[in-house]
């Protein structure tokens, strides 16, 4: 993998992984590793006192 991340060409996985967290309102990040790379996808989940679970605006 290229040591500039941003660099790098998106393949399949990444491509899969992105449309999926969009679809949950959630964020990725890639960060280069060595060896390898390290991908965190991170999705908050708001409660409304006395309410539901809901996804946070976009």
Do not use: F
């Not at 998106?10 to 590793?33: C, E, N, P």
């Amino acid at each position: 993998m290229p040591g500039d991340v941003s660099a790098a060409k998106a393949g399949l996985g990444t491509t899969i992984v992105t449309a999926h967290a969009k679809q949950l309102y959630a964020t990725v990040h890639v960060v280069a590793a060595e060896p390898g790379t390290i991908v965190t996808v991170n999705r908050t989940t708001l409660r409304l006192v006395g309410g539901a679970a809901r996804d946070p605006e976009v």
